[in-house]
Nanobody
């Protein structure tokens, strides 16, 4: 059973920084793209940043220049460093990973999600 577990959320003052981590565990062949999404109250879930297995990155316009996504393939972990945080960054942040695995000798590829971690930017 593949699991994603996020950590690092919390309360941050405007202008502050936060680092989120997400570790994938369980039986898997490989992890393709990994990413971070967020959902604020009353809004739809949106992509924050994504990174491929080769290290190519993609960011939402709202976080470009402030957030950095990275990954450690040896640890099956993805990170999100957020700087110059704004109140509008307040949301539940979800980790996502596209994972290749096998079940009963049948290979498959699917997206997995973590349970989410709350980030609140407020003074």
């Amino acid at each position: 059973q593949v699991r994603l577990v996020e950590s690092g959320g919390g309360l941050v003052q405007p202008g502050g920084s936060l680092r989120l981590s997400c570790a994938a565990s369980g039986s898997m062949f490989s992890i393709n793209a990994m990413g971070w999404y967020r959902q604020a109250p009353g809004k739809e879930r949106e992509l924050v940043a994504q990174i491929t297995s080769g290290g190519s990155t993609n960011y939402a316009d709202s976080v470009k220049g402030r957030f950095t996504i990275s990954r450690d393939n040896g640890k099956n972990t993805v990170y999100l460093q957020g700087n110059s945080l704004k109140p509008e960054d307040t949301a539940v942040y979800y980790c996502n990973a596209n994972i290749r695995a096998v079940l009963d000798l049948v290979p498959y590829v699917r997206d997995y999600w973590g349970p989410g971690t709350q980030v609140t930017v407020s003074s």
